[in-house]
């Protein structure tokens, strides 16, 4: 899979929109991003994945940049519950039968 | 999205002794099913990859007679540390997934305490 760079930490005001970057530059042709987020203490959930156009779904938004370098994911209205680390992964799609490999991730505070 | 349980959800045991996890998929037909383990302030790391009805692959550094991982069925997978230290103190979390699947499931996590 190909490496993720995402900065250590990030804070968010309650309410306000969360933008969590990621830079991806060596990610190949057939690889998409995904996204997933860890609780304290909790397994990992799934957020949304991409490959090149925009995404939306209930949890966030995924916007991917024309040259798939980069991406951010978008939590429009951070909520104390949004508190986690997320992680930005790289890997073909449709693949379920290849583990994920985290990276270090981002730590989001989502400050009241 | 696939439920998948894990039991217990803590455990604390005695140096030397072995433990038992359990993984289940509850709805949800794993041909696939991977353990992480997770020390505090730490990411995920991959311990092996177990195929239904085959041996697990692990990875490197992970013992594999020490971590003995079981996948009998579509919906079950164990992991048995053995002979236990506090070192292998930590955060365990299997996922389950499948070939044409887009999406793995993750566990809600075992926490393993060795005193």
């Known amino acids: 899979d190909a490496k993720t760079t995402q900065p250590t930490s990030m804070d968010c005001a309650e309410g306000r929109a969360a933008n969590l970057p990621c830079n991806h530059s060596?990610?190949?042709?057939?690889?998409?991003v995904y996204w997933y987020r860890q609780i304290h203490s909790q397994g990992p959930q799934y957020i949304i994945h991409?490959?090149?156009n925009n995404e939306t779904n209930e949890m966030a938004s995924l916007i991917i940049t024309e040259d798939r370098k980069s991406s951010t994911l978008i939590l429009p209205h951070a909520t104390l519950r949004d508190t986690a680390v997320y992680y930005c992964?790289?890997?073909?799609?449709?693949?379920?039968?290849?583990?994920?490999?985290f990276g270090k991730g981002t730590r989001l505070s989502v400050i009241a | 999205g696939a439920v998948v349980s894990q039991h217990p959800s803590w455990v604390i045991c005695k140096s030397g002794t072995s433990v038992k996890i359990e993984c289940r998929s509850l709805?949800?037909?794993?041909?696939?099913m991977f353990w992480y383990r997770q020390f505090p302030k730490q990411s995920l790391m991959l311990m092996a990859t177990?195929?239904?009805?085959?041996?697990?692959?692990?990875e490197q550094g992970v013992e594999k007679d020490k971590f003995l991982i079981n996948h009998a069925s579509l919906t079950l997978s164990t992991l048995t540390v053995t002979s236990a230290h506090p070192e292998d103190s930590s955060f365990y979390i299997c996922?389950?997934?499948?070939?044409?699947?887009?999406?793995?499931?993750f566990g809600p996590g075992t926490r393993l305490t060795v005193t």
């Open positions: 996922s389950v997934g499948q070939g044409l699947q887009y999406e793995q499931y």
């Open positions: 060596t990610i190949s042709g057939n690889e998409y």
């Open positions: 991409g490959l090149k």
């Open positions: 992964i790289v890997r073909v799609a449709y693949s379920g039968n290849t583990p994920l490999v």
């Open positions: 709805d949800f037909q794993a041909t696939t």
């Open positions: 177990s195929n239904e009805g085959s041996k697990a692959t692990y």
